[in-house]
């Protein structure tokens, strides 16, 4: 085979070689069942040349097999599609020997293949006995080198897994009596380049029986275009032969490790002297080979749940002490040991109100507050970070010591860090020759060509400044983290605190108190005066009418009474000033779902859970205009027999439109105008509890966001609330649909 140039091994296009190897041939048919090539080796294993020519019809091949079994051609070819399916094999009697015969549609032709029948039976009835030594065995990836060791007979087979930048390392081995071991040996990404490796995500199985063996021509029509990506028997590259001869190896063979679709790595076998793995062998490893897999995964699958478990365990601490004591510094202090634990950190350092708090192995104070602020410099509006490398500023000295750094971060106003720490791990990497491309230069062209590597000398290299990787349930478990103590702090401390610092206002108690008074308190208080004035001019009154007027009046006051409570309430709603910032509906939204699916009874409540889109705005007033929207939602439908309710959010450009839904009770269009006034309640409503109270708050929250909220409603139907909020970011263009305060409510 002619070594064709290339600028690069992964410009080198493998699957158009030409070639198969000998040990095997190959007959190709187009769409319409005509021969359109085959491999020069055919006449070796029976096949007279003047048998295959251009145009013979594949029936007629077939025909001339002579075989015992018919094959039916219509249901093998099934799957004739561009992308490779399935792959139809058989034992056949030639004149030579019992081959295997397979059949497979690709690329729009039919590919035959032929190779010898070499295997021992014996290998396939141990099946029971490869699955439990991977059952059994303390490291899956050693027990599936061992049994690719037993099936096939190789020198060496390696368990080689791809890291995340494309290099690999060797985990796992079975090695032959003499042989160097190569375990945890590193190979560069260009050993096995880019076009190679797509193509082991396509077939699962390659062999080169003799690094020397001369490849086979493939003769016909335009052999040179026939794409031989799914051929177990395609010749290989010129350079990845010679790389094999430079490691003093003469047969190697390959099955794919594919977790999740993806490439994960190899079982890459050596052998030192030529050695055929014929097709039943290969079929046998691969199946192993998926088995490990699977039960890689199961165990992968048993040990998050078990994270899931011990997680679990400490969220609901973590939730029950921050609602119950509201003392974050002892919540997250007495916790630490075992967050750390969990974390695998060395250690945690955190921050609330400029108050840190450290335990185990961190850096100095000093250099976690530069990180601090290195972080609100350039990523001031992430709430979760994490690096497993080197700290990059190396002005902060002692972070070269925790290159493992992930950090959690509360909105702006709670002034809330919490920093875990991992200490550095220097590593001692051993690499199978240096990790160097060579190139050697063609006289006859311009272009410096790729060279094999010559050198498998061990090359020893120490990396610093790497700490261990943040998985990504520990990362699942951080953000969650995050989530909890946002939760307790704006529902449990931030509110408190805020309304505290900031007290109601006397003046707006007084107006809301006054606007009362003046208004819905004047009928109750008219009602006692004109009862106390019967009874001190109508002397001699029945004990009877004593006993009415009495039970008028207490009534009349315990009125009063609730109505100044609930008109407290919606005058805090009011009573305070604030600055805008980033608001997170999604993290209080489901907790304010779940509280009124027990407060109401609810046990099949359906929630269809759209976009949540963060809000500029004020965290208490947001949150108190979700809790009462929602309640209302999940209170007023929790008559239906499945009750929904829904979230939704789209962003305008200017604005973020919220939609809160329902298929409750409804509002009747002559209602509609009246919902927002406070102590109104719905003719349709007397059979649910309230005070008319929460649509008020919500108006008037509304109000102090400078947002808009319309209602579209149908009797007996349900309610969608449109919530309208401004985005403090003007630069941000987009056009608002037509009309997009229809029927807003006053």
Request: net charge neutral; charged share 25%; hydrophobic share 35%.
């Amino acid at each position: 085979m002619d070594n064709p140039h290339f600028l690069n091994c992964d410009q080198e296009p493998i699957h158009l070689c030409g070639h198969v190897q000998n040990f095997g041939c190959l007959i190709v048919f187009d769409k319409f069942h005509n021969c359109i090539g085959w491999s020069e080796n055919c006449q070796e294993i029976g096949f007279p040349r003047e048998c295959l020519h251009n145009g013979l019809h594949l029936s007629t091949f077939i025909s001339n097999l002579n075989l015992s079994h018919p094959i039916d051609l219509d249901r093998v070819l099934l799957d004739n599609v561009e992308i490779f399916k399935h792959r139809y094999v058989s034992d056949i009697h030639l004149q030579n020997g019992t081959y295997y015969l397979s059949i497979y549609p690709f690329d729009d032709k039919i590919f035959i293949e032929i190779e010898k029948h070499q295997s021992q039976s014996h290998q396939f009835k141990n099946i029971y006995h490869y699955a439990q030594h991977i059952n059994n065995g303390k490291d899956i990836w050693k027990a599936l080198a061992d049994n690719i060791y037993t099936v096939t007979g190789y020198d060496r087979v390696m368990i080689y897994k791809f890291s995340k930048n494309g290099d690999g390392k060797v985990i796992a081995e079975h090695v032959s009596e003499g042989l160097e071991p190569l375990l945890g040996y590193h190979y560069p990404e260009f050993d096995i380049p880019q076009q190679a490796r797509l193509l082991y995500t396509k077939i699962f199985a390659r062999v080169t029986p003799d690094v020397d063996a001369k490849p086979i021509p493939v003769l016909g029509i335009n052999p040179e275009m026939l794409d031989l990506s799914m051929t177990g028997i395609r010749a290989m590259s010129p350079i990845h032969l010679q790389y094999l001869r430079n490691a003093q190896v003469r047969a190697s063979g390959s099955f794919s490790i594919i977790i999740n679709g993806k490439l994960w790595g190899l079982v890459a076998c050596q052998n030192t002297i030529p050695k055929t793995i014929d097709l039943a062998q290969r079929h046998l490893s691969v199946f192993i080979v998926q088995y490990a897999v699977n039960s890689f995964l199961a165990n992968k699958q048993i040990a998050e749940n078990n994270f899931k478990l011990k997680i679990k365990s400490i969220e609901f601490e973590i939730r029950q002490s921050l609602f119950s004591k509201q003392d974050l510094h002892g919540v997250i202090g007495s916790l630490s040991p075992r967050l750390m634990d969990i974390l695998r950190a060395d250690g945690i350092a955190f921050k609330y109100h400029d108050k840190w708090h450290i335990t185990g192995s961190t850096p100095h104070l000093n250099s976690i507050q530069a990180i601090e602020n290195s972080l609100i410099t350039n990523n001031a509006n992430e709430l979760f970070w994490q690096s497993d490398f080197k700290w990059p500023d190396n002005d902060i000295k002692d972070l070269s010591h925790f290159s493992g750094i992930a950090k959690i971060d509360l909105e702006y106003k709670l002034d809330f860090k919490i920093y875990f720490f991992r200490e550095e791990v220097k590593i001692e990497e051993i690499w199978a020759g240096q990790p160097k491309k060579e190139f050697i230069y063609d006289p006859n062209k311009p272009i410096n060509f790729p060279s094999p590597r010559t050198s498998f000398e061990a090359w020893k290299r120490t990396v610093c400044g790497t700490a261990p990787k943040w998985t990504e349930w520990e990362i699942d478990f951080l953000k969650k983290l995050s989530i909890i103590l946002q939760e307790a702090c704006v529902k449990k401390i931030t509110e408190i605190q805020a309304l505290n610092e900031k007290l109601v206002e006397i003046n707006n108690i007084l107006e809301t108190f006054s606007y009362t008074l003046s208004h819905d308190l004047k009928n109750p208080l008219a009602a006692l005066q004109m009862t106390a004035q019967m009874i001190r001019d109508r002397p001699g009154l029945s004990q009877e009418f004593l006993g009415k007027a009495g039970k008028n009046m207490m009534e009349a006051i315990q009125l009063m009474n609730n109505m100044l409570d609930k008109t407290v309430d919606f005058a805090r709603t009011k009573s305070y000033d604030f600055e805008y910032e980033p608001v997170y509906p999604e993290r209080f939204i489901q907790n304010i779902i779940d509280d009124c699916k027990v407060r109401y009874n609810i046990g099949k409540l359906q929630f269809q859970k759209g976009k949540t889109l963060p809000i500029d705005g004020e965290k208490t007033l947001i949150y108190q205009l979700f809790l009462n929207l929602l309640g209302n939602a999940i209170k007023y439908s929790s008559n239906k027999g499945t009750p929904i309710i829904g979230v939704d959010s789209v962003d305008y450009g200017n604005t973020i439109v919220y939609k809160v839904w329902d298929n409750g009770i409804g509002i009747s269009a002559e209602e509609t105008e009246r919902i927002f006034e406070i102590f109104h309640r719905l003719p349709n409503a007397i059979q649910f509890d309230g005070s008319g109270v929460g649509l008020s708050i919500v108006k008037r929250i509304v109000e102090r966001l400078n947002a808009k909220i319309t209602v579209e409603s149908t009797l007996n139907e349900g309610t969608t609330f449109n919530i309208h909020f401004p985005k403090k970011n003007k630069d941000l263009k987009s056009t608002l649909p037509t009309n997009p305060y229809q029927n807003e409510a006053t």
